[in-house]
DNA sequence: GTATGGGTAGGTGGATCCAT
DNA sequence: ATGGATCCACCTACCCATAC
């Protein structure tokens, strides 16, 4: 408790300067005495804290002390400030350990960069209630270089040049206003406007990147938990939808869900297998999807579903017959 | 017994006010 | 401009209570 205590008093006076016994007292919610008993455990201790004496006195740290509290880097401190600065309150009750832990993480950026890196934090959002899309697939990697630069202009608030594979298209070249970065289930992702417009870019198919010197055009400030919430809904609802019928294991249940879009109907046979009406994104998710459940699922509708997982459990078959 | 924390009292010293 | 009075904040030295 004390020691805890003594780390947040050299902290209090990195940020504030100088603070009077009282002030110290009153933020550590300890008697001035117990802050004096303090100062001298520190000053024992070899921290160099001095005391001004009279009117608008106080206590302070000699010019240029900095504390080693966290041993972060700048971008580990920002990574933990991207992580604690959503919903942190209600993280499993650990709301005031959070608030103390960022309080030391900001601390440990140097001085001018902590309203950089506060800035940089509300760009980036990490596993957000609602997914784009509720497939569990495994994370791609995504090039180094590639997410520096992209995370570099995003950041900077540059417009940004990217080389990109849109599914069943030749990659092509775009310029766009970067607005933030999104993980969601191991996929990251890039939210931009192109020609004033909402676009969401998967990273794994940017295969390259190039920060522009010219301002992107986008606002000062973003809610990027809001804007992902309203691009995810604008997902979940447009696009060619397919509904499916499905007959399938009960254990593997929890698999088919996790992957689909949502389940509109579920029911139990009375050999105790499950019925489920399920919605997927398209058909290539759909069989994706199904493919994976193997024989612990079937696919009862609708019928191309069914045959192309037959010409796929076919062609299978063939490769392996010789 | 030890660690921690609260309270009190008297002292010191810098800043400010004000009369001279 | 100067010096004394006053205010404010830290310094030191006690004592006591509580928890472990």
């Known amino acids: ?5 003594l780390v947040s008093l050299v902290l209090l006076l990195r940020r504030h300067g100088r603070l009077s016994a009282a002030r110290l007292a009153r933020e550590l919610e300890v008697s001035t005495r117990t802050v004096l008993r303090d100062i001298e455990a520190l000053s024992a201790a070899g ?7 009279g009117r608008h006195g106080g206590f302070a740290l000699l010019p240029g002390f900095q504390t080693e509290l966290t041993g972060l ?11 604690g600065s959503r919903r942190g309150a209600q993280v499993f009750g650990l709301g005031s350990a959070l608030a103390s832990a960022m309080l030391k993480v900001a601390d ?10 506060a800035g940089a934090a509300r760009r980036l959002l990490i596993e957000p209630e609602t997914d784009l899309l509720s497939r569990r697939a495994p994370a791609e990697e995504v090039p180094d270089a590639v997410a ?10 540059h417009r940004l040049r990217i080389r990109y594979a849109a599914v069943d298209q030749a990659p092509k070249w775009r310029t766009v206003d970067p607005i933030g970065l999104v993980t969601a289930r191991g996929q990251g992702y890039l939210l931009a406007a192109r020609s004033g417009e909402d676009r969401t870019y998967r990273l794994s198919r940017v295969l ?9 055009e986008r606002p000062d400030d973003v809610d990027l938990d809001r804007a992902w919430q309203e691009r995810s809904t ?31 109907a579920e029911e139990s046979d009375e050999d105790g297998r499950l019925r489920l009406e399920v919605s997927f994104q398209d058909a290539r998710h759909a069989v994706w999807a199904l493919w994976q459940l193997g024989v612990s699922a079937e696919a009862l509708a609708p019928e191309w579903l069914r045959a192309s997982l037959r010409d796929r459990a076919v062609a299978i078959a063939a490769r392996y017959e010789t």
Do not use: C, S, W
Request: a negative charge; aromatic letters at 4%; proline letters at 5%.
């Open 234 to 264: 604008r997902f979940r609802t447009g696009g060619d939808q397919v509904v499916v019928l499905v007959r399938m294991n009960p254990a593997r249940r929890k698999e088919l869900v996790d992957t689909a879009l949502a389940v509109l």
């Open 47 to 53: 921290v160099p804290v001095y005391a001004e004496r």
């Open 148 to 157: 520096a630069e992209i995370r570099r202009a995003v950041f900077a608030g």
């Open 208 to 216: 390259a990147a190039e920060e522009l010197d010219e301002p992107a």
């Open 108 to 117: 440990a950026l140097p001085e001018g960069h902590r309203d950089i890196a």
């Open 1 to 5: 408790m004390r020691a805890d205590r």
């Open 73 to 83: 880097n700048h971008d580990e401190a920002l990574a933990l400030l991207v992580a």
